[in-house]
């Protein structure tokens, strides 16, 4: 019995290795530690995302795209796809806590929790998975719907945003830059050339800079939006800026920009469009850079040579 005792121990000690390894960074690499959650990412059509402030959006993919339910507009398809790859393949390594008491203490409990994130396809839930507070830098603790486990796993509550803003298409007004025809900014008017953009009233000893052209027509042909506008929205006096755009195939597209009253970023009405948007000071501080001078410089040193004339006549 006493020689059975340091054999029992030594296999004892190899089970608790091999544990400690299969759930280990490593020995998941090898072995394929089994998914947080199971499910078949192409099957998905609806995803719940919840959060603990009362804040809910639903994502629903209907024929070939991705829309926000609650904005009726249509998502960032990236932002989804990346979502779901990500939760496919989130992997259960060692447990942490497996209590009741310890689900609310992480906030991964079934009514308690920092995010729910539900995947459906129809109504048939493929999986439902919680997760809470952070215990580092890029960790979650996260628990399956239907199971004790508790878990720490590589992701952040920042990335299942519960709020409709965050998962909008940031770029619906975007349009090929080729099919661009005409520009018509304030004191700034261009037409499309062979070589490429060029003033209308373009004057002798003048020529285009051919880097600022082409950086305007990049930044009107594809303006971003940060959020969408609600009926209420209120500006102050007067638009900001306005400019149009002349588009093959479309026509003439007009932006009205006006500051948002008591705020700092600017509503923006578009011709062609129904819904209202809001874009940041950022994004209409720069297209308000493009200033004729900006855009023309003189041939040669011909700046030069009529800066020395006016200096030297005054």
Known sequence: MKKAIPLLSILLLGQIALCVYLYS?????????????????????????????????TLLHESGHWTVKEADFLADEDAVTNLLSRL???KAGWPVATTAEAADHFKVAD???????????????????????????????????????????????????????EWIDKHPLKVAEPKITSIDLPKVKLQRK?????????????????????????SLADVPITGLAGTDAKTENGDDLNFSLEIAGQGKRD??????????????TVSDRKRRFVVSATTVDHIKTFSRDKLVSLRGDGRNDASSTQHKGS
């Open 88 to 90: 496919d393949h989130l």
């Open 111 to 165: 009514q308690s929790f920092v995010r729910r994130l539900t995947l459906s396809h129809g109504d048939k839930v493929l999986a439902k998975l919680y997760l809470g507070s952070s215990p580092g830098i890029r960790k979650i603790y996260a628990r399956s719907d239907g199971r004790n486990d508790i878990h720490s796993v590589s992701f952040n509550a920042f990335d299942a945003n519960a709020k409709t803003d």
């Open 255 to 268: 932006y009205r920009f006006a500051k948002i009253e008591h705020g700092v970023d600017y509503l923006l």
């Open 25 to 57: 960074p490593r020995g998941q690499g090898v072995t394929g530690n089994p998914d947080l959650i199971d499910f078949d990412k192409t099957q998905v059509d609806t995803v719940r995302i919840e959060d603990g402030e009362k804040h809910d959006v």
């Open 194 to 218: 062979d070589k490429g953009f060029e003033l209308i009233d373009l004057k002798d000893g003048e020529e285009m800079n051919g880097d600022e052209t082409a950086a305007l027509a990049e």
